[in-house]
């Protein structure tokens, strides 16, 4: 039987919870005004893995509210959660103007949690920095002081579309261009996708 973490929090109790169905308004409803709102974690798309991921996300409440989420997945036949496994990435997301005392409180809850339930790892993939409505250098603090371990890390490369004329292309990008107009490759927007 899964248990409840709780954590005193200036005289507040903290609570973590496994997410279900109950949840999906209040849980889209949080990630709108959190730091890091992204399609990506809306349980309309995330729901579409349903059949082939084992959903263990988390929602951390405080006073009756979330105050934090944890979109996650347990690995088949493992006690190992990844934050997320059928996600580019996934995350601890909490609002924009949360202290970060708050994220590190609510990190260790998490955490307590799952020892709790017998689970033995946590696979965290970070979300890019420019998903964020400002920095989560505290869960990277929060990871340091769990001791936890670097295994992999991705690039990302992302062009701010406020700069559009300010970014130059070099040379040989502009032939490829060029070449690509001329042999009638073209960018449209369309909404008939039968093709």
């Not at 893995?49 to 088949?76: C, M, T």
């Not at 970070?126 to 992999?152: D, M, N």
């Amino acid at each position: 039987m899964e248990q409840l973490a709780l954590v005193l929090l200036f005289g507040k109790m903290i609570e973590v919870v496994k997410y279900n169905s109950d949840w999906f308004d209040k849980w889209n409803l949080f990630l709108i005004e959190s730091r890091t709102n992204s399609f990506l974690h809306s349980r309309y798309f995330m729901e579409y893995h349903k059949d082939r991921f084992q959903d263990y996300s988390l929602i951390v409440i405080k006073d009756g509210n979330i105050v934090a989420l944890l979109p996650a997945n347990k690995r088949p036949h493992e006690n190992v959660i990844e934050s997320h496994g059928g996600l580019t990435f996934g995350g601890l997301i909490t609002k924009t103007n949360d202290k970060p005392i708050n994220t590190l409180i609510y990190f260790k809850s998490i955490l307590e949690f799952l020892a709790k339930n017998q689970i033995d790892k946590l696979l965290y993939k970070q979300p890019p920095s420019f998903y964020s409505a400002c920095s989560q250098e505290e869960v990277e603090y929060a990871i340091f002081l769990t001791e936890g371990k670097l295994i992999r890390m991705d690039t990302t490369f992302t062009i701010d579309n406020s700069i559009g004329e300010k970014i130059k292309y070099q040379e040989r990008r502009k032939r490829s261009i060029k070449k690509a107009v001329k042999l009638g490759a073209e960018i449209k927007e369309t909404k008939d996708f039968s093709e």
